[in-house]
């Protein structure tokens, strides 16, 4: 084949320019630690790419709403555990009052259930910050107000449910209605809290004690709720951790999924750039060489 | 035969000489110009005068009279010419469409982390945070900031590749222009090089000059046939001559009933179908369109799904609420007046004055999920748009690689032919001026003879 110099130079010239281009493109990669950098270096993988960041979106998003049920749960956890406290000392109180005692020793009992009336309520009225925890959907409203003798609720039925991972939804809260009974939601034999423990203080005061006994029998139910109310709180709890410790291994699982994508295998491509380089090097000598000697240089 | 016969003869070498001296100093000056086609002398030796009416027999041995340059030779693969215009157009074709889907490929997928698909997951993860802080004014306020990104991010999209198309527009029509200045370029040309070629002369640098307007012709409209001779080329587009001799055609790309459109200039449709106006069509027409498409389908989808929804709700201050988006493709959605206002007419219940109940922001979030569009939910919808550009870019420029690879093949093998290599050009530089020399010698010798029988022999 007949070779013009056009052909030398315009072929030389052709691959350092492809060689150029190889580099640039590899020194992208290892400067950026990005192999995928636009979705024509890899079609299929930009694809999954793009699937597994929103995998990634999604489970950021469940990582959130699983510590905000944590939260929710846990100050839930603490108000029921001083509820049921309170109903203990409530019921000692009660116990105390039954047997025969002077008037001041009855008022006496009768302030202690009276503060514990207002204990109770304050511990109803718990919040996990900013939210009531016991007023259903009116978590912005106190759910209980009143007097001791007549406390009532100012919140609503709302159970509220949130997903805490892909198509698992979680209920969170127990609406204040069930949780004391109130307008006999869960028992409607049963009067609630509140009023269990005004008539008890009223009939401490008046020295019933037939119905001090009824009272106590009534107390007693309320705290046997409390007990199956706080179990479930517990069992959420559980889901919610097991749920949290799922997202963190989903989490992990993706990240690692995606480097595979879209990160450069830097070992890999450091290499490829150093042998690159030494090709640019080798092309470059042979273009500086290139119109060295030939006839025009040795015919004088 | 006279001993100024001998004269006569070595003053025709060095005329030839001379002359193949000239095309070599043409070659090497041209070494390095584009199109340019090595020229080389055709040295035939000249026959002895013929007697009329005599033979071999009567005038006896016979010697012949010198060297002539019968014609200046360019050295041309004529069929591989022919060859390249027809890669030229497919190279035109892809170089064009290659970079336009590198544009649409930028503007889908501007950073690997930053796409449609990606705002549209944070609108949802706004909903989700909604449902579960649905006291809150901010977890609203998150809901209408990510809409108002996510709308723009559609609108942008459209604008972008609304623009990308009126941009084809301008280009077809600079191209057109183009062709039809070299028309008419060529067409003078032919003209030109009848009127030479006529009187018996070469037009040797006049072809080089129509091979390259005939391959920026062939890069730009992908000329289909062509009959070469020499004097009437004959240049079709779509069936009918562009350029016919030295009469030519125009086309012309205008405003017409139904968009832009290009005809003959005498109203007739034209097709091109390669070259890199085909490749603007080809955009212009199908691929900017598909895209288009695909994201007014995702627009419109999100629009009526979550307005239906939303519509069910009651806002924040317990009023009904209202749609939440406005428009339904992906130019003119919007999130709707009344919510870009005030991010407390976002619903997120259905039940007025339920400060907690996000379940209707729960049942929106969950839109994410839904296959909204086939079998894909709208996030894989946008992400496949993202894997279809990623397929669009890789193929063009797979194509344009091999038609580039194809093109620097042929050209090395018209180069091959017509390309100047300089070693060559200085070997016959050496053998013309050696020559040039010799001839020259020649004359000394035939003047010496000359001069032997008028001094030795003359009448003193």
Known sequence: MRIANNMMTGNLASHLSRVSARIARLQVEVASGISLQKPSDDPDGALRAAMLRSGLARTAMYEKTVNYAEAWLKSEDTALDTLQRLVREARAVGIAAANPRSPEERETYARQLDQLIDGVKQAANSTDGVHYLFSGFQTLTTPFTGAPAGIGYAGDAGVKAIEISEGMSLTVNHAGDVVFNMGGAADAALPDLFATLATMSARTRAGDSDGLQQSLAELDQHATRLVSVRAETGTRLQQVELASAHLAQTDLVLQDLLGSVESTDLTEAIVHLKEQQNVYQAASYVASSLMNGGLLYWLK | ?460
């Open chain 2, 1 to 460: 035969m006279s001993t100024f016969d001998i004269i006569r003869t070595a003053f025709t070498g060095l005329l030839a000489q001379q002359k193949a001296l000239d095309v070599t100093g043409h070659n090497v000056a041209n070494l390095a110009t584009p199109g340019y086609h090595r020229q080389e002398a055709v040295l035939r030796a000249t026959p002895p005068p013929m007697p009329s009416g005599g033979s071999t027999a009567t005038v006896g041995t016979l010697v012949g009279t010198g060297v002539d340059v019968v014609t200046v030779q360019r050295m041309q693969d004529a069929y591989l010419e022919q060859q390249v215009r027809n890669i030229q157009g497919q190279n035109g074709r892809w170089e064009t469409a290659t970079k336009t889907l590198q544009q649409i490929e930028t503007f889908l997928a501007p950073s690997s982390e930053l796409n449609l698909a990606t705002m549209l997951d944070r609108f949802f993860s706004a909903w989700q945070q909604l449902s579960v802080y649905p006291e809150e004014q901010g977890s609203r306020s998150l809901v209408q900031g990510e809409a108002a990104n996510l709308t723009t991010t559609f609108n942008n999209l459209a604008k972008q590749l609304t623009d990308l198309s009126a941009t084809m527009d301008a280009s077809i029509s600079a191209r057109v222009t183009r062709l039809n200045q070299l028309a008419d370029e060529l067409a003078a040309l032919n003209g030109n090089i009848s009127g030479v070629l006529g009187a018996g002369g070469q037009a040797n640098d006049l072809l080089d000059r129509r091979d390259a307007v005939l391959g920026e012709m062939a890069t730009l409209a992908g000329i289909t046939s062509l009959s070469a001779n020499d004097d009437g080329l004959i240049i079709n587009l779509d069936g009918r001559p562009l350029v016919q001799g030295s009469a030519a055609s125009h086309l012309s790309y205008g405003m017409g009933a139904s968009g832009w459109t290009m005809t003959w200039d005498d109203g007739a449709p034209v097709q091109i179908r390669n070259g890199e106006i085909a490749g603007l069509f080809q955009m212009r027409d199908t691929v900017i369109p598909d895209y288009l498409g695909q994201l007014d389908t995702i627009a419109s989808a999100l629009v009526s799904t979550i307005n239906a929804l939303h519509q069910t709700g009651t806002t924040m201050q317990g009023t009904p609420a209202g749609i939440f988006f406005d428009g339904n493709s992906a130019g003119s959605i919007a999130v709707h007046a009344a919510i870009a206002a005030d991010a407390r007419a976002v619903a997120a219940t259905r039940v007025a004055g339920a400060a907690g109940d996000g379940r209707l922001a729960a049942e929106l979030a969950l839109v994410a999920a839904q296959p909204l569009i086939g079998n894909q939910t709208l996030g894989q919808a946008a992400a496949s748009m993202l894997g279809q550009i990623g397929h669009a870019v890789r193929g063009a420029t797979t194509a344009r690689e091999a038609s580039a690879t194809l093109l620097t093949q042929l050209d090395n093998q018209i180069m091959a032919t017509s390309g100047v290599n300089l070693d060559e050009e200085m070997m016959n530089l050496l053998v013309f001026q050696r020559a040039y020399d010799a001839s020259a010698r020649v004359l000394t010798v035939a003047d010496e003879m000359v001069r032997t029988v008028i001094d030795r022999l003359g009448v003193r």
